[in-house]
């Protein structure tokens, strides 16, 4: 049987940094993946949907000149730019050589096959058995949610991949779900002339974050005319390859030439054989501990822990599995400031609670406002300012818990919300400092005034 010292199963970003690290240290590493090392993110996931919403974005601002810097003439969106950068920039047309190269030169070793861990220190790949010495690491990430929907399976929908990978936009399309992934995609093919409905379940947009937030994305899409129907799913679908009807379930229907399914990810401990280490098969994410150890030599690392589906978070644990088998020293896996960026336009970053989240969780908090509209910046920036900065504060400890920032960069601006969660900087240290004029982020100074006003 062949021997390594740590087999990786799963080459997500984080999976792909902890067997590059290791290998590199000189220990005996074994990567193996079904599909393309780096996963979901560069090959169909943040990468290429943000050269979309890129692409988007700057067609956006084209249309924008008019009423701020004289007239653009003809602005005509041409989807082909967007998908040949994909494949050829971005991509490699879906094709990893590099990646499994830039590994294997590490001193990695890479089988392509599914990798399933059959008992302590013993995985199987495809049938052929391999051991590991120090351990194994999972990082096996997450696929598209497809909803049990009558219809669905048999007309030829799109999850992120099949937009992701279109060569040619279609005149027409349903999204299912407005979570981030819909909205970001929904809102890039839009702004490429594509006639987007957006169908949400719940009762808003991007429900994990701050209602103001979702209020204002529905605005801005209602005004780019992008429809938004949300408290309504999906029931039944039918039709085909000339385009498919969605039947909701009060009464009404929609017909498009496609539909995009973005309706949240799954993710399977059990596919990967964490039932033989004592995982509950019926669990739905790797139970991990503060340094993502599942057992003693078994880490799970990635979305399929459930501490937040983000490349940045696949990568923290990864630094923390690479310490914990070289046996450093370093702090535990802390999730209270987990930032998260939906790049819409404007784009939405949020660090840590919610007001609902920390209310929820037991804490009496108080929060501070500025909308972006009325800070300097946000008045010079004028079309495409909608937004504003919201701050949750404890009190009780003088800290905040929680920000979101909506607006034009706001995943720059959260960065300095970012370290006063981590760090749990004091609001009167952050009150005391001096914010740059004119800057966005100088609201987050009127916010932390107003966070007073509310003590
Ligand atoms: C459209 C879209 C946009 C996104 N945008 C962002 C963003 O802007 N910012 C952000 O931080 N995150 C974003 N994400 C999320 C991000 O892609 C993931 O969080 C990220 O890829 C980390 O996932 P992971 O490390 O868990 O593994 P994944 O990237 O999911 O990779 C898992 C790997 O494991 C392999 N695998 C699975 N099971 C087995 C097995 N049994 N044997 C062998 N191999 C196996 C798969 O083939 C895959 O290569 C986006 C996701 C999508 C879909």
């Not at 062949?2 to 690290?21: K, L, N, Q, R, S």
């Not at 809102?187 to 490429?192: E, G, H």
Request: proline share 5%.
């Amino acid at each position: 049987m062949d021997t390594f010292d740590i087999i990786v199963i799963g080459m997500g970003p984080g999976g792909e940094h902890v067997a590059g690290t290791l290998a590199e240290r000189g220990l005996r590493v074994l990567g193996v993946d079904h599909g393309l090392v780096g996963g979901e993110c560069p090959y169909w996931g943040c990468i290429p949907s943000k050269m979309m919403v890129r692409a988007g974005d700057v067609l956006a601002e084209a249309r924008r000149v008019d009423g701020l810097a004289g007239a653009v003439g003809d602005v005509r969106p041409d989807w082909s730019v967007v998908a040949r950068r994909i494949r050829d920039e971005a991509t490699d047309d879906w094709n990893d050589r590099a990646a499994v190269e830039r590994f294997t030169k590490k001193g990695g070793t890479f089988v392509r096959g599914t990798g399933r861990i059959v008992g302590a220190g013993r995985v199987d790949v495809d049938g052929k058995p391999y051991a590991a010495e120090r351990g194994i690491v999972v990082n096996a990430g997450s696929r598209a949610a497809i909803p049990p929907i009558e219809g669905l399976d048999a007309v030829p929908y799109w999850t992120n991949r099949g937009l992701i990978e279109a060569k040619e936009l279609p005149g027409s399309l349903v999204v299912l779900g407005g979570g981030a992934i819909g909205c970001e995609l929904g809102q890039a093919v839009a702004r490429f002339g594509v006639d987007v409905t957006i169908v949400e379940s719940g009762p808003r947009l991007l429900s994990a974050e701050e209602p103001e937030a979702s209020e204002k994305l529905a605005v801005v899409f209602e005004r780019e005319g992008i429809e938004v129907c949300t408290g309504v799913a999906a029931s039944r679908v039918s039709g085909g390859d000339g385009g498919v009807e969605v039947t909701l379930d009060d009464g009404t229907s929609l017909s498009a030439e496609r539909i995009l399914v973005a309706t949240g990810r799954v993710t399977d401990p059990g596919a990967v054989g964490l039932g033989s280490v004592g995982v509950p098969e019926d669990a739905r994410v790797a139970p991990i501990d503060e340094r993502c150890r599942v057992t003693s030599n078994v880490w799970a690392i990635g979305d399929l822990t459930g501490k937040g589906a983000f490349t940045h978070v696949s990568m923290y644990q990864a630094g923390i599995v690479i310490r914990d088998v070289l046996g450093q020293d370093g702090p535990a896996a802390d999730y209270a400031a987990v930032p998260r960026v939906t790049f819409t336009d404007p784009e939405i970053g949020a660090v840590g609670l919610t007001q609902a989240k920390a209310r929820d969780g037991g804490l009496e908090v108080t929060v501070g406002v500025t909308p972006l509209g009325e800070t300097t910046r946000g008045w010079i920036h004028g079309v495409g300012e909608d937004g504003f900065i919201k701050l949750v504060a404890d009190p009780a400890r003088g800290v905040l818990v929680g920000a979101t920032v909506m607006g034009p960069y706001a995943g720059e601006i959260l960065g300095a919300l970012a370290v006063a969660v981590h760090a749990k900087v004091p609001v009167e240290t952050l009150s005391s400092m001096i914010y740059a004029y004119p800057t966005f982020h100088r609201g987050i100074e009127t916010a932390l005034a107003d966070l007073k006003g509310h003590a």
